[in-house]
């Protein structure tokens, strides 16, 4: 089961940091990647990362301003988000692709675990 947190409201410019947790399986091993769905969008790739942080990948309409990590001693994959726009409202959720490979994809079909997702709203 995968689990995010730190969604919120926050003002254009403003940052935030959202956290997925894994429980029941060792993150340890598997690649994780965030997408995020608005109202009346297409799910879309957000960010991903390998198992061990050697590889990071980002959607153009993030890269720059979205950081992603990861601690495997406490099971937790986190993206912090700077600078973040209007245009960033949406659930996002993490989940971890079916194959070991860095996704960016908003498909559900490439992934075989995903969380509930954790609503973040930019607004003034």
């Known amino acids: 089961q995968l689990v995010e947190s730190g969604g919120g409201l926050v003002q254009p410019g403003g940052s935030l940091r959202l956290s997925c947790v894994a429980s029941?399986?060792?993150?340890?091993?598997?690649?994780i990647s965030w997408f995020r769905q608005a109202p009346g969008k297409e799910r879309e790739g957000v960010s991903c990362?390998?198992?061990?942080?050697?590889?990071?990948n980002y959607a153009d309409s993030v890269a720059g301003r979205f950081t992603i990590s990861r601690d495997n001693a406490k099971n937790t994959v986190y993206l912090q988000m700077n600078n973040l726009k209007p245009e960033d409202t949406a659930v996002y959720s993490c989940?971890?692709?079916?194959?070991?490979?860095?996704?960016?994809?908003?498909?559900?079909?490439?992934?075989?675990?995903w969380g509930q997702g954790t609503q973040v709203t930019v607004s003034s």
């Open positions: 989940a971890a692709p079916r194959l070991s490979l860095c996704v960016l994809s908003g498909e559900l079909n490439k992934y075989e675990e």
């Open positions: 029941g399986f060792d993150l340890d091993y598997y690649y």
């Open positions: 990362i390998s198992s061990r942080a050697l590889e990071t």
